[in-house]
């Protein structure tokens, strides 16, 4: 077997459980125990990682093109990076991780018709909620002016943000596809075509930047185009394959039926994530406001930047997370469900001290790839303590909201996201930014303080979580036939 390219849980629980108990996980010692599941996690994780980080990429390259334009350039991208594509992405984002809930359970219920149902419903979805998006996109200028944004860079903003519009349509079509092979384990393929898609995407930019001369347009054109040439790549795969012939048996009019309770669901996803998303977005766009509002808008931005490499790799945990999750729920194994979150939190907490330490180590060089300005330079490396804080913290919050998407908790996760982010955390950055005039690490931290206490709670109530009824509402939310789980909560299930 690859140790990559992962089929099904059934061929992952082959590869690495010995003696499998009622739950599939009875292992002779403790220790063994962790390590069958380590390699679960990875497995999965592994090539998600990968899928996350080089679809960010693709913005960031198109960031670091437009910062070599000059200071202005890159604040422009920036803002219209975070105040319109970020918006757009937080909507997007989150409406589509109704699609890991619903079909990370279903493959674990051997339900396998519905993933190709909830996939399609979540594309049609996601394209009319892009049509009414691409009106922020449109009016991007006096949107930007309206948050306060300063008129020259608000100007490159707007030029960015047009470019995107077609970028905005394939990715509320890619999320849904690419969502709909990790509930079924298929990973390396989406991987392989990411980072060719990226290797792609390099050398698009370069051709429309210096060889077409359409500066920061351009940049925005070529991870436009760069994103539906993923889309229609990673569509292919899936009429091609047949590892999906089970999951996607075409295109179906089932898909306009019982829409309501999927938009419900989707609903509750997009505000849980949007939240989160725009939180940390929202700093970037308030330090506009600061004085000398390019050098810190710079600086703040690219700290962001790495700070958003670490939660593609956080990301890619989560989304093992997610599935493991999801799928034991469906299959109604309640204690490997359980087991599954200890280890992949454990497990995160350890990589973030490891990365936040490598930050600190690095601290004079962060940013050399983004600016030429040694002001900027300067900047980013006084904000390195606060980065670093913020991938200690990422250790444990990202993986918490997909276990969270896992048993599709987006509602009550909407609720402490509303209390930590905007009641606690940004009126306190805000404070210590403005009030206490410590400016751009004021704003800073306040975010910390936000996703400190978000982080608290959700690790409280995940460790409080009945399992068994979480078991019992993954049956209800796809109405699953057959006996309702007890005490012995695998013996209805057989191994995926």
Request: net charge positive; hydrophobic share 50%.
């Amino acid at each position: 077997m690859n140790g990559v390219e992962v089929q099904s849980m059934k061929e992952i629980n082959t590869h690495i459980t010995n003696s499998p108990g009622e739950d599939g996980i009875e292992l002779p010692n403790a220790s063994r125990r962790v390590l069958q599941e380590f390699k679960k996690l990875w497995l999965l994780s592994g090539p998600a990682v990968l899928v996350m980080l080089f679809n960010f990429l693709l913005s960031v390259v198109s960031q670091m093109f437009a910062g070599h334009l000059g200071e202005l350039e890159l604040a422009g991208a920036s803002i219209a990076n975070v105040g319109i594509q970020g918006f757009a992405y937080g909507v997007l984002i989150g409406m589509a991780s109704a699609v890991q809930t619903l079909c990370g359970q279903a493959f674990g219920a051997k339900k396998y018709k519905m993933l190709g149902i909830i996939c399609q419903q979540s594309m049609l979805l996601m394209t009319v909620t892009a049509m009414l998006l691409s009106l922020l996109y449109i009016f991007a200028e006096p949107a930007l002016h309206a948050i306060g944004q300063n008129e020259a860079i608000a100007a490159q903003g707007a030029i960015f943000a047009k470019g995107l519009i077609p970028q905005l349509f394939a990715f509320a079509l890619s999320c849904p596809l690419q969502r709909f092979l990790m509930a079924q384990n298929i990973l390396a393929p989406l991987a392989h075509i990411s980072i060719a898609t990226f290797l792609l995407h390099v050398l698009l930019s370069w051709l429309a930047i210096y060889k077409l001369g359409l500066g920061l347009l351009g940049a925005s054109l070529s991870l436009s185009l760069s994103w539906w040439i993923l889309t229609i790549a990673t569509l292919l795969y899936i009429l091609w394959t047949p590892r999906c012939k089970d999951t996607w048996t075409g295109f179906s009019w089932k898909a306009f039926t019982g829409l309501w309770p999927f938009c419900k669901l989707s609903m509750a996803s997009a505000i849980m994530l949007c939240l989160e998303i725009w939180y940390s977005q929202s700093l970037v766009l308030i330090s506009g406001l600061l004085p000398n509002p390019e050098v810190a808008l710079d600086s703040l931005s690219i700290c962001m930047n790495y700070l958003n490499w670490d939660m593609q790799l956080m990301l890619g945990i989560s989304v093992a997370a997610c599935t493991r999750v999801g799928n034991e729920l469906g299959a109604r194994r309640a204690k490997a469900a359980s087991f599954s979150v200890v280890v992949v939190v454990s497990t995160s907490i350890v990589i973030s001290v490891l990365l936040a330490i490598v930050i600190l180590a690095l601290h004079k060089y962060l940013g050399h790839p983004f600016t030429s300005s040694t002001e900027v330079m300067r900047a980013v490396s006084s904000m390195t303590p606060l980065l670093a804080t913020s991938v200690f913290l990422n250790g444990a919050q990202p993986v918490l909201s997909g276990v969270a998407i896992g048993c599709g908790w987006q509602k009550f996760v909407a609720y402490v996201n509303l209390f930590s982010y905007y009641i606690v955390g940004l009126p306190a950055g805000i404070l210590l930014g403005f009030v206490a005039k410590s400016r751009a690490k004021g704003l800073w931290w306040g975010m910390i303080s936000g996703v400190g206490l978000q982080t608290l709670i959700l690790l409280i109530f995940t460790a409080r979580t009945n399992w068994n009824k979480e078991v019992e509402g993954a049956v209800k939310r796809l109405k699953l036939p057959g006996k309702q789980p007890s005490g012995e909560e695998g013996e209805v299930a057989s191994s995926i």
